[in-house]
């Protein structure tokens, strides 16, 4: 059984910045994929930015420049900094655990983006 506890959700201005930190407890292997994703009212979840237990990264076009995901494997935790903030940027994050043969996500974190 995996868990994943997201923190760092908020509020801020646009243009400013906050850092989202998922925690990953339990089952955890070695190779694995861990990413965030997010939903807006009324929207898909989308893919936001994943990163490999190799390091190799990839981020969706909207958030290119403005946002970049890491990880501590020996801690097995997430990180996704965000800045330049947009008011669409507002939404609902999520942290996912991908390892064969699962999917795993946390409860999600808010971030609201005002202008």
């Known amino acids: 059984q995996v868990q994943l506890v997201e923190s760092g959700g908020g509020l801020v201005q646009a243009g400013g910045s906050l850092r989202l930190s998922c925690a990953a407890s339990?089952?955890?292997?070695?190779?694995?994929?861990m990413g965030w994703y997010r939903q807006a009212p009324g929207k898909q979840r989308e893919l936001v930015a994943t990163?490999?237990?190799?390091?190799?990264?990839n981020y969706a076009d909207s958030v290119k420049g403005r946002f970049t995901i890491s990880r501590d494997n020996a801690k097995n935790t997430v990180y996704l900094q965000m800045n330049s903030l947009k008011t669409e940027d507002t939404a609902v994050y999520y942290c996912?655990?991908?390892?064969?043969?699962?999917?795993?996500w946390g409860r999600g974190t808010q971030v609201t983006v005002s202008s």
């Open positions: 990163i490999t237990s190799g390091g190799t990264t």
């Open positions: 996912n655990l991908y390892q064969l043969p699962r999917v795993y």
């Open positions: 339990g089952s955890i292997f070695s190779i694995n994929v």
